[in-house]
C-alpha cells in the first residue's frame, strides 16, 4: 500500500510548480545528442559539457569542459544549444575557436547544434564551422556533416 501513495504524492507534487509533463519528453534535439555519443567508441577518452557527461558516466575516461584541462582527450563533444556551465559563454567559444583554429582537431561530425571533434582528424570541416560559430555564435543549425 506504500508504493501507491509515494507515487500519488510524488505524482501530484512533481507538477505544483506549474511544469507540465511536456517538459519531461525527450525531444528530438536530445535523441540526436544519443546518436552523436553513439559515433564516440566507449573506450575512448572525451571531455563534454555538463549535460553532455550525464549520459557519459558509464564510460571510464569522461571529463567536463573547464579552464584547466590538463588533459588531451581523444573527442570533445559540444552542444552549442545547451548550457556552457561550468564556463562562461566568452571562455566556451574562446575554447571552441583555439580547437578549431589549430590542428590538433577535426570536426568530424555536425548537425542540431552539436559538435564532435576528434584528436588528429582531419581539419578540413573546420573553417565552416569556425565561420559559423564566429557569425552567429549559437545558432549554427545549417552546419551538417
Same mark, same amino acid.
Do not use: W
Given at each position: 500500500?506504500?508504493?501507491?501513495? @509515494? ?6 507534487? +512533481? ?9 519531461? !519528453?525527450? !525531444?528530438? =534535439?536530445?535523441?540526436?545528442? =544519443?546518436?552523436? /555519443? ?9 571531455? &563534454? ?5 550525464? =549520459? /557519459?558516466? %558509464?564510460?571510464? %575516461? +569522461?571529463? $567536463?569542459?573547464?579552464?584547466? $584541462?590538463?588533459? %588531451? ?21 574562446? /575554447? @571552441?575557436?583555439?580547437? $578549431? ?5 577535426? &570536426?568530424? =561530425?555536425?548537425?542540431?547544434?552539436? @559538435?564532435? /571533434? %576528434? ?8 573553417? &565552416?564551422?569556425?565561420?559559423? +560559430?564566429?557569425?552567429?555564435? +549559437? ?7
Amino acid at each position: 500500500m506504500a508504493f501507491p501513495v @509515494l507515487f500519488y504524492y510524488y505524482t501530484v507534487n +512533481i507538477f505544483q510548480d506549474g511544469s507540465t509533463i511536456a517538459q519531461y !519528453t525527450i !525531444t528530438t =534535439h536530445v535523441r540526436n545528442g =544519443h546518436e552523436f /555519443l553513439k559515433s564516440v567508441p566507449e573506450d575512448s577518452a572525451i571531455i &563534454a559539457q555538463n549535460r553532455l557527461a550525464a =549520459h /557519459l558516466g %558509464q564510460r571510464r %575516461q +569522461i571529463t $567536463l569542459v573547464s579552464r584547466n $584541462l590538463q588533459i %588531451q582527450p581523444e573527442y570533445y563533444l559540444f552542444d552549442l544549444k545547451s548550457s556552457t556551465a561550468p564556463l562562461d559563454q566568452t571562455q566556451y567559444f574562446q /575554447l @571552441l575557436i583555439g580547437l $578549431l583554429s589549430g590542428t590538433d582537431y577535426g &570536426a568530424i =561530425h555536425a548537425g542540431d547544434g552539436y @559538435l564532435l /571533434l %576528434q584528436k588528429g582528424a582531419t581539419i578540413t570541416n573546420n573553417n &565552416a564551422v569556425l565561420s559559423c +560559430i564566429k557569425r552567429i555564435r +549559437i545558432d549554427c543549425d545549417a552546419i551538417n556533416f
